[in-house]
């Protein structure tokens, strides 16, 4: 069994992959020169991260990697909140 792992990185692109029948978004977060690859299977938090611009938040996300070394993002948390998230709320 695949264990939850973290990964902290600035927002730096967002995909949406799918939208039927399943929604499936992509975002890249990146640490350090490190890139991490994450995919979003929850349609609340695919939503919502599309409302938040690139390379401006800071996200802290948990889940488990897939064949394609993708985290399979479970859950996901806003570490630079800003007068922009207290309007539109944070994920969790």
């Known amino acids: 069994?695949?264990?939850?792992e973290?990964?902290?990185g600035l927002?730096?692109?967002t995909v949406l992959l799918?939208?039927?029948p399943m929604r499936l978004s992509l975002i890249k977060l990146a640490k350090d020169g490190e890139i991490t690859e994450g995919i979003i299977k929850d349609r609340?938090?695919?939503n919502y991260i599309f409302r938040l611009p690139?390379?401006?938040?800071t996200l802290k996300v948990t889940g488990k990697r897939n064949q394609r070394n993708q985290l399979v993002i479970k859950h996901m948390q806003i570490?630079?909140?800003d007068d922009y998230i207290?309007?539109?709320g944070t994920p969790e």
């Open 6 to 8: 973290e990964f902290e």
């Open 79 to 81: 570490k630079n909140i």
């Open 86 to 88: 207290k309007v539109i």
């Open 54 to 57: 690139n390379n401006k938040y």
């Open 11 to 13: 927002l730096i692109k």
């Open 1 to 4: 069994m695949k264990k939850m």
């Open 18 to 20: 799918q939208e039927q």
């Open 44 to 46: 609340y938090l695919s």
